[in-house]
């Protein structure tokens, strides 16, 4: 129903900033969350971000809070990821994912249609 595809990614250094773009595009249902997770090598996927179809409501993890940002464009069909105050530990893959039902979760079982992901590397 929903395709995503993500864009952004890089390397940087330590301190620097990023914005990640997910597009969406196909058919699509009138609202949905999305949300952003990353996988480091060696690691499980964590959740990172999320946000409502409004743009009202956004929930962060711990550990990007005060950093990240997350947005959906006035379409609803762009969310981006404003990444700063890079860290090492953010190095990862990272993938915007779409959840049509249910409450907003950090829990990336719930979300149905995942992007291909697109690589993070700050280094030290």
């Known amino acids: 129903q929903v395709r995503l595809v993500e864009s952004g990614g890089g390397l940087v250094q330590a301190g620097d900033s990023l914005r990640l773009s997910c597009v969406a595009s196909?058919?699509?249902?009138?609202?949905?969350?999305m949300g952003w997770f990353r996988q480091a090598p060696g690691k499980e996927r964590e959740f990172v971000a999320a946000i409502s179809w409004s743009g009202a409501i956004t929930n962060y993890a711990d550990s990007v809070k005060g950093r990240f940002g997350i947005a959906r464009d006035s379409a609803k069909n762009i969310m981006r990821l404003q990444m700063n105050s890079l860290k090492p530990e953010d190095t990862a893959i990272y993938y915007c994912a779409a959840q049509f039902s249910g409450p907003m979760t950090s829990d990336p079982s719930q979300y149905a249609t995942w992007g291909q992901g697109t690589q993070v590397t700050v280094s030290s």
């Open positions: 196909g058919r699509t249902l009138r609202t949905y969350t």
